[in-house]
């Protein structure tokens, strides 16, 4: 299934908006309870998935 990706961050593109190190994006990502998608071995986010993990307040 290819899912557009306009309405997607890329993870590097979350690594910026969070403003924490890819192993902490990679440690978060790997809950269950954090939306993703996986395209072609990418990890893309929703725009609402990034938006809770904003406001989380544990994610540095």
């Given at each position: 299934?290819?899912?557009?990706?306009?309405?997607?961050?890329?993870?590097?593109k979350?690594?910026?908006?969070?403003?924490?190190?890819?192993?902490?994006l990679?440690?978060?990502?790997?809950s269950?309870?954090?939306?993703?998608?996986v395209?072609?071995n990418?990890?893309?986010?929703?725009?609402d998935?990034?938006?809770?993990?904003?406001?989380?307040?544990?994610?540095?």
């Amino acid at each position: 299934m290819i899912v557009k990706t306009e309405k997607l961050h890329s993870f590097s593109k979350v690594v910026e908006i969070l403003g924490v190190t890819p192993q902490r994006l990679f440690e978060l990502s790997s809950s269950p309870y954090v939306e993703k998608v996986v395209q072609e071995n990418r990890i893309y986010f929703t725009k609402d998935s990034v938006r809770k993990l904003v406001l989380r307040g544990d994610v540095l």
